[in-house]
């Protein structure tokens, strides 16, 4: 590995106004893209390349007439004509990739780098980070602050319908997704600690991305180098142990939203159409409406209450702001209709976010019984790390479905996770369940268990099988 040409951000912070050329490399992944993205809007001049292309992240770069090229016929000696080389964090570092842009004499950098460096450094950056609910709570922060008059600007890693992922904004505030994950093969270190964080709002902190991270310490690691230097407004969860202790080992002032300070939400009534909660701050309690239900969109919703507050936007305004308010693509999205049934799709896949979003649809169709499909598609999933949890998690489903993964845990030292003693354990608790390797053999399950009497959820990071790539889609779309 050459490092040679890796600029630092001291460096890019300095020669921010000559880096005129830009080239992505990796462009199509969500955050690449929506960086790249604002990098356009800031100015730069921005090309992108990826050895596949798909959307909606392809099609909206073309919408932004980013040049893109194809990595596997694109002569690399071409990326001489550019000033800044972008390298997204899914080029391995032992992979011929990185040594050609290692050999090139080009400055590079990780996307979050250049994000922080060039276009956040002198906003007033809210990060939104936790182990669950962030895409989630970006996107409410974003609407909530439009209906409140503002133009913030906002980085979501999700896809949302009728807008970009990302957006400079024009106001006093931009709100970013701020997740743990590395940033680079050449910057292990989380990416939110180089967003140019002033504010933080913390939903959840539990061990996952075991790929990476060998303990629930290494990443409180991560959090500390960035909330030790943190200026603005910190608002956490209560509801977990780490995020205590974090608070507690920093030192950190901290305003708590959750169960277990007597802040709230408590959740007075909740049905099919939406909830009234309310939440205590400085001793006052304050009720809210809005369409959202289930506990820990309410959760999530709090804690961008509790920071307009602290902005001084009034309790009036902010209750007129949260009544109707959207939730991001495969966030319990309603797909279509199966045999008559609501075919759900949700992005959980750790234990604690599958049994939230159950207990969520469960508000939601409290007349009818829960068929759960999980596949565990994410290298931490993929592994025996949650064998027990995502048994005890899947207890308030009706039917569950588990799909075989396609490949072992890449985390090292771990056994692959035993979906097939995850199902007959339920059974033996009374649920029904089943074993899918394949997409007929899913499609099999949903002929044996769906009906309209029952809603179709399906948990995966991933394309479940192929199920969201195969003629599925278009059937339950026309019924």
């Not at 964090?89 to 400055?107: D, F, H, K, M, T």
């Not at 939601?364 to 025996?384: F, H, L, Q």
Request: a negative charge; one cysteine or more; hydrophobic letters at 35%.
């Amino acid at each position: 590995m050459d490092l040679t040409n890796k600029i630092s951000a001291a460096e890019l912070k300095k020669g921010k106004d000559s880096f005129k050329k830009i080239f992505f490399y990796r462009v199509c992944g969500t955050g690449m893209g929506a960086a790249a993205c604002l990098l356009k809007e800031k100015g730069y001049d921005v090309e992108g390349g990826d050895t596949n292309f798909y959307p909606p992240m392809s099609t909206y770069l073309k919408s932004t007439k980013i040049p893109l090229y194809n990595l596997d016929s694109f002569d690399h000696e071409l990326l001489k004509n550019y000033d800044l080389i972008v390298v997204g964090n899914v080029v391995p570092g032992s992979s011929e990739q990185a040594r050609a842009i290692e050999s090139l004499g080009v400055p590079f950098t990780s996307f979050p780098e250049a994000l922080g460096t060039l276009v956040l450094d002198d906003i007033n950056v809210i990060g939104i980070a936790g182990t669950h609910g962030k895409t989630t709570t970006t996107y409410l922060a974003t609407q909530v602050f439009e209906n409140l008059g503002q133009r913030p600007g906002y980085f979501i890693g999700g896809v949302i319908n009728d807008r970009p992922s990302s957006k400079l904004g024009e106001g006093k505030y931009f709100f970013i997704e701020s997740d743990e994950y590395d940033s680079a093969y050449f910057e292990k270190i989380s990416k939110f600690r180089l967003y140019a964080l002033k504010n933080m709002i913390l939903t959840s902190l539990e061990f996952d991305h075991a790929d990476i991270f060998n303990s629930i310490e290494d990443i409180k690691d991560q959090f500390k180098a960035t909330l030790r230097g943190l200026k603005g407004q910190m608002i956490f969860n209560d509801s977990y142990k780490a995020i205590d202790e974090l608070v507690h080992e920093l030192n950190l002032n901290v305003q708590y939203y959750g169960l277990n300070h007597g802040n709230g939400p408590r959740i007075l009534k909740e049905s099919p159409d939406g909830s009234e909660f309310e939440i205590t701050l400085n001793d006052k309690n304050y009720s809210f409406k809005t369409n959202l239900i289930g506990k820990h969109n309410i959760l999530n919703l709090s804690s961008v209450i509790i920071y307009a507050l602290n902005e001084g936007h009034t309790v009036e305004k902010i209750q007129d702001a949260i009544k109707n308010l959207s939730l991001v693509k495969r966030r319990q999205e309603v797909r279509g209709f199966y045999k008559g049934a609501p075919v759900i799709d949700d992005f959980a896949h750790h234990p604690k976010a599958v049994e939230l979003t159950i207990d969520s649809i469960k508000t939601k169709y409290p007349n009818k019984e829960i068929v759960v499909v999980m596949e565990p598609n994410s290298a931490t999933a993929r592994s025996a790390i949650f064998q027990n949890e995502f048994r005890d998690s899947l207890m308030a489903a009706d039917t569950v479905i588990f799909t075989r993964p396609m490949r072992p845990t890449s985390v090292k030292g771990v056994g692959d996770l035993d979906c097939a003693k995850i199902v007959n354990e339920l059974k033996e608790k009374g649920k029904k369940g089943a074993l899918a390797k394949d997409l007929s053999e899913l499609m099999s399950c949903f002929e044996q268990f769906v009906d309209e009497n029952k809603v179709l959820l399906i948990l995966s990071n991933g394309t479940c099988l192929g199920l969201w790539e195969s003629s599925f889609v278009e059937d339950i779309q026309k019924s």
